[in-house]
């Protein structure tokens, strides 16, 4: 419908003639067919990666022990859930402290994502966080069972 009436408005205006009109059509579908190279897989790769960190955040012991909240049991805390009653009581810093000591600080040292996380985690970009936080949110959001 888009191409058509822009098609369309160029006859009229006399920008495109008819003759020129399966060429313009061809080209225009091809232009709309091919979204821009780069938008989605980097989108795509930038939650996978932040979900593998957020594992990690969630699992580094010296960071639950130096931010564990008084109001949280230690079971809890095993869990966590520090990042959780960091976050609900709007406290972000030991979580930017811990991404830029993790992460940010490397700069373009790591030649890439993978060679990052494998330097500081011991492993490469893994899907299965990404999965695990998306059944989770939406197992949570529709009342599904896992």
Same mark, same amino acid.
């Given at each position: 419908v888009i191409l058509r009436y822009r098609l369309e408005r160029e006859i009229l205006e006399?920008?495109?003639?008819?003759?020129? #009109?399966?060429?313009?059509?061809?080209?225009? *579908?091809?232009? *709309?067919?091919?979204p821009p190279v780069g938008y989605f897989p980097t989108y795509l790769l930038g939650a996978m990666m932040a979900a593998q960190l957020d594992h990690y955040l969630r699992h580094d012991e010296a960071f639950r022990a130096a931010h564990a909240p008084s109001c949280?049991?230690?079971?809890?805390?095993?869990?966590?859930?520090?990042?959780?009653?960091l976050v609900r009581r709007g406290e972000f810093s030991p979580l930017k402290a811990w991404l830029k000591e993790k992460?940010?600080?490397?700069?373009?040292?790591?030649?890439?994502?993978?060679? #990052? #996380?494998l330097e500081e985690f011991g492993e490469?970009?893994?899907?299965?966080?990404?999965?695990?936080y998306l059944t989770k949110k939406y197992s949570d959001i529709y009342q599904l069972r896992t």
């Open positions: 006399g920008k495109l003639s008819t003759s020129e #009109l399966p060429g313009a059509w061809a080209q225009g *579908l091809k232009s *709309l067919l091919q949280l049991s230690p079971e809890e805390a095993e869990e966590g859930d520090v990042v959780d009653a992460v940010h600080d490397k700069g373009s040292e790591p030649k890439s994502m993978d060679d #990052l #996380l490469p970009l893994n899907a299965t966080y990404f999965l695990e």
